[in-house]
């Protein structure tokens, strides 16, 4: 079993470090690129705006809450907006997008697949990750690094909101404690966070379509699968950039 797990995390490199050479190979799909990345655009923008709300407001809840225990309210907005836009934003992208597009490729990868579709294209010297992964990697990269700022956006929106109008914060105090609180670097990081996120969503979901098991139940399963482990690579990935960046870049002031 373990053998067997180390043997799927090894293949799963590989079809990353494939797909990532293969970007800079020509010919480009471009209209393939496109077509992607407006499905996975058209199927996540909405989703993502209405959740995003929700969560702004809970982080805005909470950290009232606790700042109001400790007697710092003023600094209840720069927490809030560091919370949204360092973790909640980029995750809720993610996990949007490994639910959404993700499982949308894993199943067009998979059904292609048993039908033999790769199979041909490979005897007629066409490379399937070329021509179908890499367009769909990139999409899911391009989509989750223009989400992550909606979702930022709406979320500091709706924790501001929330706060001044719930928690009796007053605005002038929100601003400027996220202008004393937040850097440039933040955005950064959170893009980061977003574009490596959308490669791991669409790498893992395009390995699980590529490598199905019993026919059209096992494209099913392929599926339920490449979204639990985009999940729990995510989530892993989240804590290690979090700590390496917290590490190497100093807070404001400090």
Not at 96 to 101: F, K, N, R, T, Y
Not at 127 to 137: A, D, E, G, T
Request: hydrophobic share 55%.
């Amino acid at each position: 079993m373990i053998g067997g797990a180390l043997r799927q995390t090894g293949r799963l490199f590989a079809l990353a470090v494939e797909v990532a050479r293969a970007i800079f190979r020509r010919p480009f799909q471009f209209r393939e690129f496109v077509e992607q990345f407006w499905f996975i655009a058209g199927v996540t923008i909405l989703p993502a705006a209405l959740v995003a709300i929700p969560f702004g407001a809970v982080i805005a809840l909470q950290v009232g809450s606790l700042t109001q225990q400790l007697g710092a309210q003023s600094f209840t907005g720069g927490a809030s907006v560091l919370a949204v836009v360092q973790q909640a934003s980029p995750l809720i992208v993610a996990l949007l997008i490994a639910g959404a597009a993700g499982s949308a490729i894993c199943a067009d990868l998979g059904s292609r697949t048993i039908r033999e579709e790769l199979d041909a294209m490979e005897v007629m010297g066409v490379s399937p990750v070329q021509r179908l992964v890499v367009p769909r990697v990139l999409a899911t990269m391009g989509v989750a690094v223009l989400l992550n700022g909606l979702v930022s956006v709406v979320g500091i929106l709706g924790g501001y909101a929330f706060n001044v109008f719930l928690q009796g914060g007053t605005p002038g105090a929100y601003l400027s404690s996220f202008s004393a609180l937040a850097q440039l670097s933040d955005l950064y990081i959170s893009e980061l966070k977003a574009l490596v996120f959308g490669f791991i969503a669409g790498v893992v979901a395009a390995y699980r379509g590529l490598n199905p098991r019993g026919g059209p139940k096992g494209v099913g399963d392929a599926v339920n699968q490449s979204v639990v482990i985009t999940f729990l690579l995510l989530f892993f990935v989240n804590m290690v950039m979090t700590g390496v960046y917290l590490q190497l870049v100093p807070p404001k002031g400090g």
